[in-house]
């Protein structure tokens, strides 16, 4: 708790959101560990009213669309299937539950947004290298494929898309590092992968 009252909780906060960011885009088998950091974050921010909760519409049809799934599953030939399901599908209600808790305060969105680009960047270079030293230059559509190996191509693609919206959004903030000249780098070297996924 000492830990927390150090540092200004909206760097908690912000630092929470930067460590899903950087984990689903670099190890998106571990991105639970961030939803772990989120959830004490949250539960601090909660204790120290500096997270308000709050239902929205959206969370409402989310938990519509569970109950509907859950009353789906009793007329099934695959209960076991189903039941399966069901367990993934909480994850709908669950996690943008997390995000009920909304902040009483500005949000310091660059530490997270530049974690992504830094995971976007340190992906690409990593699928680059990948296809440098794929074996069997015969069998370029194998290599290829290389250039996403972390994501499926598709899902890279839109996150490299997302990568030069939050790179624009930074810009327009004025953010240091965030300039004309990152920005286009940036854009070309993301439009590149991007039609390299392809």
């Known amino acids: 708790m000492k830990l927390f009252q150090s540092v200004r909780f909206e760097y908690w906060y912000s630092a929470a959101l930067a460590t899903i960011a950087l984990l689903q885009t670099l190890f998106p088998k571990k991105v639970a560990l961030g939803f772990i950091f989120l959830i004490i974050v949250t539960i601090v921010g909660a204790v120290k009213k500096q997270l308000i909760w709050k239902m929205n519409s959206v969370n409402i049809l989310f938990i519509g669309l569970y109950i509907t799934y859950l009353v789906g599953s009793f007329f099934t030939f695959f209960p076991s299937i189903a039941s399966s399901y069901l367990e993934y599908k909480l994850s709908f209600i669950l996690l943008p539950h997390l995000f009920l808790f909304r902040p009483k305060f500005e949000v310091p969105w660059k530490l997270p947004i530049t974690a992504y680009l830094i995971s976007l960047i340190i992906a690409s270079l990593l699928g680059i290298i990948k ?42 903030c004025g953010w240091n590092r965030f300039e004309y000249p990152y920005l286009v780098s940036f854009i070309v070297f993301a439009t590149i992968m991007t039609a390299l996924t392809m």
């Open 131 to 172: 296809v440098l030293q794929c074996q069997g230059v015969g069998n370029i559509a194998k290599c290829i494929e290389h250039f996403s190996y972390i994501h499926h191509p598709t899902y890279f693609a839109m996150y490299l898309m997302l990568g030069m919206a939050l790179m624009f959004y930074g810009f327009k």
